[in-house]
C-alpha cells in the first residue's frame, strides 16, 4: 500500500452528467485532493463498468470510487477484485449484490415514483432509452435544488438504455465485501427510496452512513458540504490505514 493521497473518481447515474459534482470537486480541491469526474456512458452495465475501469487505470495510483444513483452498479462492477479501489462511497445510490439489477433494488422497498416521471423512446442499437421529462425533473430528481438550476439539469441530463437499468451485477464478488464503504443517504429521495439506500448500506458493513434529512435524489448538488466530507472521511480512512500498517 502507498501513503499516496488518493485520487477520486467520481461516477454519476441516470438523469444526470459529470457537471453533477461540481460543487464537490470544488470543496475537495480546497483541500487539496485531486477529483476526477467520469463521463458514464450509461449504456449497458458492462460497458459503463469496463470504461470506468479504464477511468482507474489511468490514474496509476490509489483510487476512492464514488457513485451516485445507478453509479452504484457501476463502481460495484468496476471495483470487483480492482486493488486499485481503495474505497467506495455510495451517494443516493444502489449497492447491489450479485444477480440484482437497478430495476430489482429499486423495488425492493416502496416510495420510488420515478416511473411515472420517464419518457422512453426507442435507440437505433435497440431497446429503449429513458430519460425524466423536464416538466417533473424539479420534483421528481431535486426538489431542494432551484427551479432556475434544475432546468438547466433537466435540459442537459443524460437518458439510461433500459438495458443498463436491467442488467444484473456480474461481478461474483461484490466490491463492497472486500474494500470498505461510506454510504449517504437522502432522505426525501424519489427516485431510489431511502429504505433501500439504508438497507445497502447495512449489508455493506458501511463504515460510516450519513443520512440528510429532507435531501433529494440530487443530493450532491443541493448538499456539497456533506457528501464531499463522507468522501474526506473515506480518503482519511484510508491514510490511517497505510500509516498504521507501515
Same mark, same amino acid.
Given at each position: 500500500m502507498t501513503t499516496e493521497k488518493p485520487t477520486i473518481v @467520481? +461516477?454519476? %447515474?441516470?438523469?444526470a452528467e459529470s457537471s453533477s459534482w461540481n460543487g464537490v470537486i470544488l470543496r475537495l480541491q480546497e483541500h487539496g485532493v485531486r477529483a476526477v469526474a467520469a463521463a458514464n456512458p450509461l449504456r449497458s452495465? !458492462?460497458?459503463?463498468?469496463?470504461? +470506468?475501469?479504464?477511468?482507474?487505470? !489511468?490514474?496509476?495510483?490509489?483510487?476512492i470510487l464514488v457513485g451516485h444513483s445507478y453509479g452504484g452498479m457501476? #463502481?460495484?462492477e468496476a471495483a470487483a477484485e480492482n486493488s486499485a479501489v481503495v474505497g467506495l462511497v455510495y451517494v443516493a445510490a444502489f449497492t447491489?449484490?450479485?444477480?440484482?439489477?437497478?430495476?430489482? @433494488? =429499486?423495488? !425492493?422497498?416502496?416510495?420510488?415514483?420515478? %416511473?411515472?416521471?420517464? &419518457?422512453?423512446?426507442?435507440?437505433s442499437t435497440g431497446g429503449n432509452e429513458f430519460a425524466i421529462r423536464p416538466d417533473v425533473f424539479h420534483h421528481q430528481f431535486a426538489a431542494? +435544488? =432551484?427551479e432556475d438550476v434544475t432546468a438547466l439539469m433537466a435540459a442537459t441530463q443524460r437518458p439510461v438504455t433500459e438495458a443498463a437499468l436491467s442488467d444484473a451485477l456480474a461481478a461474483q /464478488?461484490?466490491?463492497?465485501?472486500?474494500?470498505? !464503504?461510506? *454510504? +449517504?443517504?437522502?432522505? @426525501?429521495?424519489?427516485? #431510489?427510496?431511502? $429504505?433501500?439506500? /439504508?438497507?445497502?448500506?447495512?449489508?455493506?458493513?458501511s463504515r460510516g452512513t450519513h443520512e440528510i &434529512?429532507?435531501? =433529494? *435524489?440530487?443530493? $450532491?448538488?443541493?448538499?456539497?458540504? &456533506?457528501?464531499?466530507?463522507? #468522501? $474526506? $472521511?473515506?480518503?482519511?480512512?484510508y491514510l490511517a490505514s497505510v500509516t498504521e500498517a507501515a
Open positions: @467520481l +461516477v454519476h %447515474g441516470a438523469f452495465l !458492462s460497458i459503463d463498468a469496463a470504461y +470506468v475501469r479504464d477511468v482507474i487505470a !489511468s490514474i496509476g495510483g490509489p483510487v457501476v #463502481i460495484t447491489p449484490d450479485t444477480g440484482e439489477s437497478a430495476f430489482t @433494488l =429499486s423495488a !425492493s422497498a416502496p416510495g420510488s415514483t420515478l %416511473g411515472e416521471a420517464l &419518457a422512453a423512446y426507442p435507440v431542494d +435544488v =432551484s /464478488r461484490p466490491a463492497w465485501k472486500d474494500t470498505p !464503504s461510506w *454510504h +449517504v443517504v437522502a432522505e @426525501l429521495d424519489l427516485n #431510489i427510496p431511502a $429504505a433501500v439506500q /439504508r438497507a445497502g448500506a447495512e449489508r455493506a458493513g &434529512a429532507g435531501a =433529494s *435524489h440530487a443530493v $450532491a448538488v443541493s448538499q456539497p458540504d &456533506a457528501v464531499a466530507a463522507v #468522501i $474526506a $472521511a473515506a480518503g482519511k480512512a
